[in-house]
């Protein structure tokens, strides 16, 4: 099976946010794939070492991004592609990650496509479901079962706290929720062997687009966070005072009744 995963560098969910000029301060900060990712990526390999055939792991970012594909090649993936954007889009979205995907992947024969369901930093869901629209090919979010069959793929996916069985045919592209898999960690000999792994890299000409192709349709107008919690308020008093004076409040302070 010829398997990609699309994955996205983000920040260590156990980094603080800070901010420095109205954006996001990257200094010192430490990056890791994406966590949703890395139930596609350990999928991705399940599948392969199940049914045959290599996984291809695909960011679009700039060269940081390297150490996190190395990471997936030290999990097990067999190849990598940094589609390198650095120098030529200087504001992007998921539109122009979607397209700039999209284009990589339209004569790559991909019988299987993975992402994360989100990612933890933006967390809009867009870009596997977007590649899979301009791609022209079925797509399921939120899995947590695959079950490949020849040219069959039988998918569970979460629904509000249920579950849906579909059944559909390859070409697919799917996004991982938690509870798909457990993701391994990289194995020394695993790391070692992804230093001899192929890693490519490519820019925008490289697929003959143009800074215009893939011009984001969003504009970041701010970014700031949120406002400290003030502390909670303890009510004194017999269950009826409390409840009076609860009232009291919600009306006089918090202005919600």
């Known amino acids: 099976m010829n398997i990609y995963v699309l994955l996205k560098r983000t920040f260590d969910t156990e980094e ?15 990056f890791i794939i994406n966590p949703y990712d ?58 122009t990650t979607s397209k700039i995907l999209a284009e990589f992947l339209k004569d790559k024969e991909a019988d299987l496509i993975l992402a994360g369901n989100v990612a933890i930093d933006g967390a809009t869901g867009q870009v596997g479901p977007r590649v899979a629209e301009i791609l022209d090919i079925p797509y399921i979010t939120t899995i ?35 509870g798909l898999n457990e993701p391994r960690y990289p194995s ?38 949120p406002p400290k919690k003030e502390a909670g308020r303890v009510l004194e008093g017999e269950a009826a005072e409390q409840a009076a004076e609860l009232v009291k409040l919600l009306r006089s302070e918090a202005k919600v009744i």
Do not use: C, H, W
């Open 188 to 225: 020394l000999p695993g790391i070692m062997k992804a230093k001899k792994k192929p890693l490519d890299e490519l820019e925008l000409d490289d697929l003959d687009l143009e800074e215009d192709d893939v011009e984001a349709k969003t504009k970041t107008i701010e970014i700031f966070l």
């Open 38 to 95: 890395e139930y596609a990526v350990e999928e991705a390999i399940q599948v392969r070492d199940a049914q045959g055939g290599e996984v291809t792991v695909v960011t679009v970012g700039g060269e940081e991004a390297e150490k996190q594909l190395r990471t997936a090649l030290a999990m097990g993936a067999d190849k990598a592609v940094l589609i390198n954007i650095e120098d030529d889009v200087e504001n992007g979205d998921q539109f």
């Open 16 to 30: 603080k946010i800070t901010l420095s000029g109205g954006k996001i301060n990257e200094d010192g900060a430490e």
């Open 144 to 178: 947590t079962k695959l079950e490949i069959s020849g040219e069959t793929a039988t998918v569970t996916r979460d629904v509000e706290g249920d579950s849906e069985v579909i059944e559909t045919k390859l070409p697919l592209l799917v996004t991982a929720q938690q």
